[in-house]
């Protein structure tokens, strides 16, 4: 029997074909990595290029803007692409000194830009059929590339965020030596540290890929929407084997399809507004006004972080991120592993107040035993109060997310159990005994300098390891300085 995305996919496109609906659904597949390749959980749809009979698992990241290819053998087995005088060197996280970071490497990638003359194609990794094409596609096969999208069966990344963030390198020619955009100081345990030797080149701002196509087909009238949603089954993967592509328990809705399909009509849609930075549009920025517990009697506000979020960049949702973090401090969450099952139902969700469009404000719910499942199993961090608030991946577990880039919004739209396919084992999380050896572990990572009840929530809390995750090194996440891929003319064109 074919996977219940599947189903929803072929009907979907079968009422484009009859005229009834515009836009595209596509298949998404689901990977775990292992620890040793980061830990990370991502939803990936299968590209291939032209010529090239193999697919490339190609994360999906609202968190960056390129459209970045792994292998750089591509270079020879592609056909009908053409060099650009245009590169990428883009590292991720803090600097790295040599010798003095033991078992330490930077997050990095270095490429050059391609042009497709061909056919990029979407496929369905159940059936092998190609569900859409994207069409005279720039995009980067990398020279050099050390980062968690190009571990385990990930071939790449997909990022779908806003034309600001995408920055090129112009090259002096298009046979110039792209390896040497990397400065190598050294190597640790076989990882190369370095840094971009980019700061002599000409930076110019590139049109981001999703964002030009969704605008240009809005303008020729293929769709009305410039919007896109993701879906995940999320408890249908929980247990799934590490480093192994799981077909088809996610999907992306491009166009109208984001705001109207099966679980879009079937939640309470609440949108989000996403400020913007001097006038640019650059991430999915969110502003939490505060976080409520009813069944604890306790609200968190002041989060003047998110109201810097142009300097900060500390509030968003992230698709490329594998775990949630919420500013409160670290005693909330191990409040969380320190109380029964029963308390926790009966204490109810945690509720985030967000502000939405026209001075609205919208209110998410998370089970607080959900919450606890969650931390235990390192997708939950208490940051401390003015530490990061991220609705990263685990977010798909209770929500439907729709990103319409033409009102720059995002909508959360609930998935009540009964509609969203979700398993009671994962709704109801852990047996917790307050004795958890995974929750010590990442309370070493995130130790703040004060522990607080909920009674204490007024007092401010540093944290001081900062407010990221042990495997946050690797992230993607790009908000203003990602240097991002030229423009990709992506044509949702559904291929009978």
């Known amino acids: ?49 032209p010529g090239v009979e193999k697919d490339q698992n190609v994360m999906i990241d609202t968190g960056s803007s390129p459209l970045v290819f792994c292998d750089k053998s591509l270079i020879e087995e592609a056909v009908n692409i053409t060099k650009t005088d245009y590169a990428q060197c883009n590292k991720y996280g803090g600097e790295l000194s040599c010798p003095n970071d033991p078992s330490a490497g930077d997050s990095f990638y270095v490429g050059q830009v391609f042009q497709g003359q061909g056919n990029i194609t979407a496929n369905n990794a159940n059936t092998g059929k190609v569900i859409a094409s994207m069409d005279e596609t720039y995009f980067v096969i990398s020279s050099k590339v050390q980062n968690y999208f190009c571990d385990g069966p990930l071939n790449g990344i997909f990022g779908v965020e806003y034309s600001v963030a995408n ?6 020619s298009p046979d110039f030596n792209i390896l040497s ?8 345990d076989n990882k190369s ?3 971009c030797n980019t700061a002599n080149m000409t930076s110019v701002n590139l049109p981001a890929s ?64 996403t400020p913007n930075c001097w006038g640019e ?51 909330e969450c191990n409040g969380l592993v320190n109380t029964d099952d029963d308390t926790l139902k009966k204490m109810g969700s945690m509720l985030l107040d967000i502000e939405g469009v ?53 909508t959360f739209v609930d998935l009540p159990l009964s509609n969203a396919n979700e398993t009671e084992a994962s709704a109801d999380g852990p047996a917790l005994d307050g004795n958890n050896e995974s929750s010590s572990e990442s309370n070493e990572s995130l130790s703040s300098t004060e522990a607080v009840d909920g009674s204490e929530l007024g007092v401010t809390i540093e944290s001081s390891s900062g407010t990221e995750s042990p495997s946050s090194g690797n992230h993607v996440h790009s908000t203003i300085g990602f240097l991002a891929v030229g423009s990709l003319l992506l044509a949702f064109q559904y291929i009978l």
């Open 1 to 49: 029997m074919p996977p219940r995305e599947s189903t929803i996919v072929k009907t979907a496109m079968a009422s484009v074909d009859a005229g009834d609906a515009q836009g595209v659904a596509l298949p998404l597949n689901y990977v775990v990595l292992s620890a040793n390749e980061g830990d990370t959980q991502q939803l990936a749809v299968a590209l291939r290029l």
């Open 167 to 172: 920055r090129g390198h112009k090259l002096p």
């Open 181 to 188: 955009l990397w400065n190598q100081s050294c190597e640790i």
């Open 193 to 195: 540290v370095g840094a």
């Open 210 to 273: 999703l964002e030009q196509t969704l605008s240009e087909n809005v303008d020729s009238g293929i769709i009305s929407a410039e919007a896109f949603g993701l879906y995940c089954d999320y408890a249908a993967t929980i247990g799934s084997k590490v480093d192994t592509i799981v077909p088809s328990l996610g999907i992306f809705f491009g166009g109208d399809m984001a705001l109207n399909n099966t679980f879009f009509n079937s939640g309470t849609p609440q949108v989000a507004a």
């Open 281 to 331: 549009y650059v991430s999915y920025f969110l502003i939490l006004k505060s976080i409520r517990v009813p069944g604890l009697n306790m609200t968190q506000s002041g989060f003047s972080q998110c109201n810097d979020y142009c300097s900060n960049a500390q509030c968003y949702t992230d698709s490329g991120t594998s775990y949630l973090s919420v500013p409160l401090p670290q005693s």
């Open 358 to 410: 026209n001075g609205n404000t919208i209110t998410l719910s998370l089970p607080l035993l959900w919450l606890a499942e969650q931390y235990v199993t390192h997708r939950l961090f208490c940051t401390g109060t003015s530490g990061d608030f991220i609705l990263g991946f685990p977010i798909f577990q209770h929500y439907y997310l729709a990103y319409d880039m033409g009102s720059k919004t995002v």
